[in-house]
């Protein structure tokens, strides 16, 4: 059982401090095979129609580097603010202005966080449980042909069942031109939140 609501991507559980029950007796809509469906495009957590916080988020995406190469490593960082802790995410690399997924991920760490498919295998990540979290890690692999685009970080954060903000954005990853500096850092772009 616990396995199986290990996988549960959009549907991420309640803040155990506010439920009247154990969590077990709760019935949640899980996805057993790790395939998130219909939050591929919206990165929209299925959470019996609760709608997402439009304050700023507590939480930030950043990157290593601004630039990429193609097939080149970058790694991500999800980071909680000021003693906060998010419970869920799902993180995708996304060309910008579309909602089309752009190369893929490597797991640093299998025991927070999982690989799954929206359009090739290992493009969007995810949480493994809802123990709190104040930061995690992975790394990006750009893509190695076709055409190389601007590309953002977008991550929808759960603080805990009806608190959450979807669409958090990193700054824009730019494909290299030949003169970048290897050490720049792209920051989050202050915290902005939309679909």
């Not at 559980?13 to 019935?27: A, C, G, T």
């Not at 916080?53 to 999800?78: C, D, M, R, Y």
């Not at 995708?92 to 999982?114: C, D, E, H, P, W």
């Not at 190695?144 to 991550?155: A, N, Y």
């Amino acid at each position: 059982y616990m396995n199986r609501l290990a996988l549960i991507i959009p549907t991420c559980f309640p803040d155990p401090n506010l439920l009247p029950f154990p969590l077990d007796m709760y019935d949640t809509e899980g996805y057993p095979d790790g395939q998130v469906g219909e939050s591929c495009q919206s990165m929209m957590p299925n959470h019996n129609g609760t709608m997402p916080q439009s304050s700023p988020s507590p939480f930030n995406v950043t990157a290593s580097k601004s630039w990429f190469h193609p097939g080149e490593e970058i790694t991500v960082t999800l980071e909680a603010e000021n003693g906060t802790s998010f419970r869920g995410f799902l993180l995708q690399a996304r060309t910008v202005g579309t909602n089309m997924t752009s190369g893929s991920f490597k797991i640093l760490n299998a025991n927070t966080s999982q690989g799954l498919t929206c359009n090739i295998s290992n493009d969007t990540v995810s949480h493994t449980s809802s123990l709190q979290k104040q930061s995690i890690n992975v790394v990006w692999v750009a893509p190695v042909s076709g055409q190389m685009e601007d590309i953002e970080f977008r991550s929808t954060f759960v603080e805990y069942e009806y608190k959450f903000w979807v669409g958090v954005k990193s700054n824009t990853i730019t494909p290299a031109n030949g003169t970048e500096n290897s050490s720049s850092t792209a920051q989050p772009d202050n915290h902005s939140a939309s679909p």
